[in-house]
């Protein structure tokens, strides 16, 4: 038998010590932070003749809120994804049920954890041998799956220190104010991984890890409204149900994005939207810079007026306003601000709104241009700026009007998006989706439709779009919104 120690790699594995050693009647006792199905797959043959088996936790695990993580490692960790590449889980999960009910016994450290771990293992003649360190019981943990981790164990093999280590795993089996059973709860996630579910249950849980991001983020964002009051401000309570979904979606975008584009139809409130948003950022401490268009200004101006027409007077809303054009202009007074000494990169949060006026991105040798204002000494220049654009055509002529819109949410970082929303080049993403609607419009009339067009768009294209737009339709809300609490669009007038 090997001596000393064991390191899974030059000295030996784990798990031939068990091979070699576990007989027909062994009594195995294991302390360890994880059991995965794969290491009883493992050892199956080896496991299937014992008499008994007793696991204890060192780590909480199914005995208390948050463990969702320990739980998993029931189904195999990072290294044992070969296994899952066989396609053999629902097997091996029903013979490790079977073999659970007749020989093995579990238990959970509560409220504390056991540093490091144990193997022992007690034969009919006596003979018995135990590993000393931190190995878990997974594939990697006994030493066949390669592992980025170090396990270094030392063998136990004089009788003296084996019984020892075996006391000493009896006083904590025993002790039933440290420890819980959780057989059942092991056997319950066993079997899930084998039971055959309804085709339903299979479509729910789909649905759920698709938009696991989005309700976390819901759900995130319910915590901090508890935590600024968000809930009880005036513009809140004065949004409709899909006005409010659209600022819970912008502010989602927003936080994991950097920035969001609301792209909603005419007359369904995007001004409205974009304050409540303000008001969000401004109740966490955010300095905001609205920018407008001249002929716009006093549909913002008069939310921060002390003045009878406010009705969101209230909320108290503290945003700097500013025109389109004053970014063309180094002097003089813009409302109450002077641009001569204004801190343009002192803004937590910048609303564009009417941004398709900055769809262009040509640059001058005479000046600079506004875009090129906003983007290098407002959005890149200074703290880290947000973004919320609105606009209900932010695409005029050519996609790359939305390029240079996203622009401001990236810094121009052609790959910011990568991490985030799997966008490997946001230019290129565009670039192809531009030379497919090039072909679609050329294609003839009967073939042009809009069927023919999503199918010739990439799913990166969409992806973009998902992650950091909104855009809905009248239509859209009166198919997914009750009308009753919101009434009836007005028709629109001819022109």
């Known amino acids: 038998m090997s001596k000393g120690i064991i390191d899974n790699n030059q000295t030996g594995l784990v798990g031939t010590i068990l091979k070699e050693n576990i007989e027909k009647g062994s009594k195995i006792s294991i302390a360890a932070a994880h059991f995965t199905l794969y290491a009883f797959d493992e050892l199956k043959k080896e496991l299937s003749d014992i008499d008994e088996f007793r696991f204890v936790f060192t780590e909480p695990t199914f005995v208390e809120d948050g463990d969702e993580?320990?739980?998993?490692?029931?189904?195999?960790?990072?290294?044992?994804?070969k296994y899952k590449v066989d396609l053999s889980q629902s097997y091996v999960a029903r013979e490790l049920a079977k073999w659970i009910k007749k020989k093995a016994q579990f238990k959970s450290i509560v409220g504390q954890r056991i540093e490091g771990g144990l193997y022992h293992v007690l034969n009919k003649d006596?003979?018995?041998?135990?590993?000393?360190?931190?190995?878990?019981?997974?594939?990697?943990?006994?030493?066949?799956?390669?592992?980025?981790?170090?396990?270094?164990?030392?063998?136990?093999?004089?009788?003296?220190?084996?019984?020892?280590?075996?006391?000493?795993?009896?006083?904590?089996?025993?002790?039933?104010?440290?420890?819980?059973?959780?057989?059942?709860?092991?056997?319950?996630?066993?079997?899930?991984?084998?039971?055959?579910?309804?085709?339903?249950?299979?479509?729910?849980?789909?649905?759920?890890?698709?938009?696991?991001?989005?309700?976390?983020?819901?759900?995130?964002?319910r915590m901090l409204q508890g935590k600024t009051g968000f809930e009880n401000t005036i513009i809140w309570n004065k949004l409709y149900n899909f006005q409010k979904d659209g600022v819970v979606g912008a502010i989602n975008k927003i936080e994991t994005y950097g920035g969001c584009i609301i792209a909603d139809s005419v007359g369904l409130g995007k001004t409205f939207e974009a304050l409540a948003v303000i008001k969000y950022y401004e109740l966490r401490n955010y300095r905001v810079l609205v920018l407008a268009p001249k002929k716009l200004r006093e549909n913002w101006s008069v939310y921060r007026l002390n003045d009878k027409r406010n009705i969101l007077a209230e909320d108290r809303f503290s945003y700097d306003l500013l025109n389109h054009t004053d970014l063309s202009r180094k002097s003089g007074y813009s409302g109450d601000i002077n641009l001569e000494h204004i801190n343009w990169g002192n803004y937590d949060l910048v609303v564009i709104d009417e941004s398709h006026n900055?769809?262009?991105?040509?640059?001058?040798?005479?000046?600079?241009?506004?875009?090129?204002?906003?983007?290098?000494?407002?959005?890149?220049?200074?703290?880290?700026?947000?973004v919320l654009m609105l606009s209900a055509t932010p695409v005029n002529n050519k996609?790359?009007?939305?390029k240079n819109q996203i622009a401001f949410i990236t810094e121009g970082n052609d790959s910011a998006l990568e991490k985030t929303a799997n966008i490997k080049s946001v230019s290129h993403t565009i670039r192809i989706a531009q030379t497919q609607y090039n072909k679609w419009s050329n294609l003839d009339e009967g073939e042009r439709t809009t069927d023919r067009l999503l199918d010739m768009l990439s799913l990166d294209y969409f992806s973009l779009l998902d992650s950091l737009t909104i855009a809905r339709s009248r239509r859209h809300i009166e198919k997914y919104y009750n009308m009753n609490d919101i009434g009836k669009f007005p028709n629109r007038l001819v022109e």
């Open 358 to 386: 900055f769809r262009n991105n040509e640059a001058r040798n005479d000046r600079v241009t506004r875009y090129s204002r906003l983007m290098e000494e407002i959005i890149k220049a200074g703290v880290k700026t947000k």
């Open 126 to 221: 006596g003979s018995q041998v135990g590993l000393v360190g931190g190995a878990p019981f997974s594939s990697p943990g006994l030493g066949f799956s390669n592992s980025s981790n170090i396990y270094i164990n030392n063998i136990v093999d004089d009788d003296g220190t084996n019984m020892q280590l075996l006391d000493r795993f009896e006083s904590i089996w025993n002790n039933t104010q440290i420890l819980k059973d959780v057989k059942e709860n092991i056997l319950n996630k066993v079997e899930l991984l084998y039971k055959e579910n309804s085709p339903e249950f299979i479509y729910f849980v789909t649905l759920y890890n698709i938009f696991k991001d989005f309700l976390d983020g819901n759900r995130d964002f």
């Open 69 to 81: 993580q320990k739980e998993s490692f029931l189904s195999g960790v990072k290294e044992e994804q």
């Open 399 to 402: 996609l790359d009007d939305l």
